[in-house]
């Protein structure tokens, strides 16, 4: 994981969103690049907010000593709400919530901070338009019983990655109805908030005063025709091991499970210990491992803890030349010349959303600054 990476992305995002504030979006463990180290890096780089999903997210990056304003927006009625008060989260609330937010404050006798959520048409979260003046009232009652403050309304979009559609003008024009009577009804709203990524870089009218990033942070492009570069961003994540084999093998030589691959002349097999346990996902049979500048498919089907390439006859260890040990990159920066993630998502079948945050606790995360100089790599959890 490049740490100047994020920030590059960080700078990029304000430069596209200012006068918006940016919130990183570091849930599931930043998507797999590591909540903490990501957060602190983006608050770094200029991101003035941090959104989770679960308040347990909330909660391990206040347990690891960050103190910037912090949203947590899905939760259950198991959800740990007093935690949540009492480390000064922002709640986002959808309905039920309110009653066990109002529950907390009153017995922390500390007024929670929350952002009302309006379902402008995603159909997950939020409440429904119907509902909206009844939950806004309510809220601005507990609100004036010095229970909460309303701080934010907020909504998420649908279609934003498909910048033509017609349904995100839709949830925008709900969205401001949404804001207005919220306002007239007494909320005093630091912030109202609905733009993701693909809001971020393809719709500015979406901004408003806080834009909440996820899949930029960390480099990536949630279009299907412009690549991280297109867009200003760096990948920050590298998915890279070393060969744990090279061997000859003859012609008709079995490979993996199943023996659904079989060499067709005498060859040479690199062994790649990264499998599926490790967030490589099974069917992605096919995806690039770029080996000393060269980039060969999987071949056979991907196990549990490893997978096979065909090296071919030329990287014979006969040769006194074995690649045994060698660098093994299955995606990273293309601009440096790794593998596109979109490579691995395309051969699973999937998005670079997945395919990045997928990978599993097992694969050692390491943390480097391209910008530090002299580099020094520095392990982390
Ligand atoms: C995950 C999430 C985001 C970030 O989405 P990206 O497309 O990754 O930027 C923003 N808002 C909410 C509510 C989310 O759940």
């Known amino acids: ?5 994020i920030r590059h992305n960080v700078r990029r995002l304000l430069a596209v969103a200012s006068p918006a504030q940016v919130m990183a979006v570091v849930k599931a463990d930043a998507y797999g690049h590591g909540a903490v180290p990501v957060a602190r890096a983006a608050l770094d780089a200029g991101a003035s907010w941090l959104g989770v999903a679960h308040i347990s997210e909330a909660l391990a990056l206040r347990a690891a000593g960050i103190e910037a304003p912090l949203l947590a927006w899905l939760h259950t009625p198991s959800s740990d709400f007093a935690a949540a008060v009492e480390a000064g989260i922002d709640l986002g609330v959808s309905g039920w919530e309110l009653a066990h ?3 907390a404050a009153r ?3 500390r007024p929670a901070r929350v952002h009302l959520k309006i379902d402008t048409g995603l159909g997950r979260n939020g409440s429904t338009a119907a509902a909206w003046d ?6 601005i009652s507990y609100q004036d019983e010095g229970l909460l403050r309303v701080v934010g309304v907020f909504t998420h979009l649908a279609v934003a990655d498909e910048p033509l559609r017609m349904e995100t003008d839709e949830q925008l024009e709900r969205f401001r109805e949404a804001v207005a009577l919220a306002e007239d009804a007494g909320a005093d709203l630091e912030v109202r908030h609905l733009a993701n990524t693909p809001a971020i ?3 500015p009218d979406t901004h408003f005063d806080l834009v909440r990033a996820g899949l930029a942070l960390y480099g990536l492009s949630p279009f299907e025709d412009q690549s991280s570069a297109a867009l200003g961003l760096h990948p920050a994540m590298t998915l890279q091991t070393r060969l744990a084999s090279c061997k000859d093998v003859p012609a008709g030589q079995g490979v993996s499970y199943g023996l659904h691959h079989v060499t067709d002349r005498p060859t040479t097999l690199g062994l790649v210990p990264l499998g599926y346990a490790d967030g490589v996902p099974r069917i992605a049979t096919g995806g690039p491992v770029l080996i000393g500048g060269r980039s060969y498919p999987v071949v056979g089907r991907i196990a549990m803890d490893q997978m096979v390439v065909d090296l071919g006859p030329e990287a014979s260890p006969a040769t006194g030349a074995s690649l045994l040990g060698a660098e093994a990159v299955l995606f990273g920066d293309p601009a440096a010349g790794a593998p596109a993630v979109e490579e691995w998502a395309a051969a699973a079948g999937t998005i670079n959303y997945e395919v990045v945050t997928r990978i599993s606790g097992r694969v050692p995360r390491v943390y480097i600054d391209s910008d530090a100089a002299p580099a020094g790599p520095e ?3």
Request: cysteine-free; aromatic content about 4%; charged content about 15%.
């Open 1 to 5: 994981m490049d740490l100047a990476a």
């Open 101 to 103: 937010v109002v529950a």
């Open 107 to 109: 017995a922390l006798e």
């Open 134 to 139: 009844t939950f806004v009232a309510e809220a």
């Open 201 to 203: 870089l393809s719709r």
């Open 379 to 381: 392990a982390g959890a």
